[in-house]
T-cell receptor
């Protein structure tokens, strides 16, 4: 079945440092890939997405490129801020052959802590 | 625009009691998803609906769990009887269609504690 593996946290960085959170996936079809962010006490929010190979999703200074050859979708940001402290989830959406509908498969999440 | 609305935000109950969690999806969205989040297991999809019809409930952990969607603007997740291991944060999410391209919008969650 489909699966998503992302690096374990917490990732601890100083403000303005470069961020990379690794994500790799296994899928039977042609999935779309997502990064969601969860701030303390809140639900998940979409951060960015990419729907086909070589697409780059970007939002709020975060970027991730859909790499089919390495089955990866690593999240990067050039200069993190304290306000970026949150849990980041990599996810894929793939069509279920039985139901015909698509659902999200999430990684376990990576906590990012940014200190001033 | 109002996002996905869940109630209650927090629920504390005793083992054996019935618990009902409620969700109002975003107006116009056809698909609704229930998730459970725990430290040990992460985010798990419990059940999802399309046009109010349950499509796949294979993620529901036991017969004690049931979900309904009587109309396009309301869904419930019920646990009867509840057990301490059901303690978790339960999220409801909705999307336009359960397609691989569509973003799911999440509610704020219900934090359930079963004593």
């Amino acid at each position: 079945g489909d699966s998503v593996t992302q690096m374990e946290g917490p990732v601890t960085l100083s403000e303005e440092a470069f961020l990379t959170i690794n994500c790799t996936y296994t899928a039977t079809g042609y999935p779309s890939l997502f990064w969601y962010v969860q701030y303390p006490g809140e639900g998940l929010q979409l951060l960015l997405k990419a729907t086909k190979a070589d697409d780059k999703g970007s939002n709020k200074g975060f970027e991730a490129t859909y790499r089919k050859e390495t089955t990866s979708f690593h999240l990067e940001k050039g200069s993190v801020q304290v306000s970026d402290s949150a849990v980041y989830f990599c996810a894929l959406s793939d069509r279920n052959e039985n139901s015909g509908y698509s659902t999200l498969t999430f990684g376990k999440g990576t906590m990012l802590l940014v200190s001033p | 625009d109002a996002g996905v609305i869940q109630s209650p935000r927090h629920e504390v109950t005793e083992m054996g009691q019935e618990v009902t969690l409620r969700c109002k999806p975003i107006s116009g969205h056809n698909s609704l998803f229930w998730y459970r989040q725990t430290m040990m297991r992460g985010l798990e999809l419990l059940i999802y609906f399309n046009n109010n019809v349950p499509i796949d409930d294979s993620g529901m952990p036991e017969d004690r769990f049931s979900a309904k969607m009587p109309n396009a603007s309301f869904s419930t997740l019920k646990i009867q009887p509840s057990e301490p291991r059901d303690s978790a944060v339960y999220f409801c999410a909705s999307s336009l269609e359960a397609s691989s391209y569509n973003e799911q919008f999440f509610g704020p969650g219900t934090r359930l504690t079963v004593l």
